[in-house]
Each structure stands twice: as structure tokens, then as C-alpha cells.
């Protein structure tokens, strides 16, 4: 048994080649000097690690102009 919460948005979208890192402490898609978000790179690392202490897990699918859609799953209490 578990809860899933699911978390949408039509925003800009992650790049796919960077959605294998957007967990790492620090990475941020874009990481040029001009770019139009500010961060430091930790937000995402603090959730999944969290998560991770909980015994839960996140999942991401995204598409570059169209959104990203996270997926928070928790374990339930039988």
C-alpha cells in the first residue's frame, strides 16, 4: 500500500539530457551566467534525500516547452 502525490506544471520544461542529474547536489540545467531562473542546485537533492530517509521515492518526466510532472510515492501504513 502507498500514496502517491502527484505534482504537474506547464512551465519550461526540463532538457531530457538533463533529467538523469537533476537529483545531484548542485547541478542545474542551466548553468550559464545569463540565465533566466535563479538556485543553487539543492532543492531537488534536499527532497530526494528526504524522501529517500522516509523509505519514499520521486520520479520525474518533463518536456522541454510543455511542463515536468513529479511523482512523490510514500509508503503506507498497513
Sequence with gaps: MFVEVTIQDTGV???SEALPRIFDRFYQADSSATRAHGGT???????????D????SIAVESQQGAGTTFALRFPGVP
Design 13 to 15: 520544461g526540463i532538457p
Design 41 to 51: 542546485g539543492l532543492g531537488l537533492a534536499i527532497v530526494k534525500r528526504i524522501l
Design 53 to 56: 530517509a522516509h523509505g519514499a
